[in-house]
Nanobody, 129 residues
Framework: DVQLVESGGGSVQAGGSLRLSCAAPPGTFKKYCTGWFRQAPGKEREGVAVIFSVGSTNRVYADTVKGRFTISQDNAKNTLNLQMNSLKPEDTGAYFC??????????????????????WGRGTQVTVS
């Protein structure tokens, strides 16, 4: 199993920035496509961004974060990162990183489907006030 550990959450005022990281075992990004999800209190978990790292570096974002968030990988440090700028109160929630062994099953918008992912971190809390 792939073990993922998120960090970097915290409290920030609206308009501020945070950078989340997800530590993964070496070689993870060569085998898995990875992404970020979030879950606000009382709401379903939703996809934030995904990076198709196996064979390409294509990135896809939810419309609600496009232009404000950037997903990236640091292969030297084996981390998946999420740079979040211009944060809004509606960005508040628990943020989770996830890994999918089959990147192909994420195509066509299916990257938003939680069931397509094989491993999850425990999450890190982001609060924007």
């Amino acid at each position: 199993d792939v073990q993922l550990v998120e960090s970097g959450g915290g409290s920030v005022q609206a308009g501020g920035s945070l950078r989340l990281s997800c530590a993964a075992p070496p070689g993870t990004f060569k085998k898995y496509c990875t992404g970020w999800f979030r879950q606000a209190p009382g709401k379903e978990r939703e996809g934030v961004a995904v990076i198709f790292s196996v064979g390409s570096t294509n990135r896809v974002y939810a419309d609600t974060v496009k232009g404000r968030f950037t997903i990236s990988q640091d292969n030297a440090k084996n981390t998946l990162n999420l740079q979040m700028n211009s944060l809004k109160p509606e960005d508040t929630g628990a943020y989770f990183c996830a890994a999918a062994f089959s990147c192909r099953q994420l195509y066509g918008g299916r990257w938003r489907d939680q069931s397509k992912y094989d491993a999850w971190g425990r999450g890190t809390q982001v609060t924007v006030s």
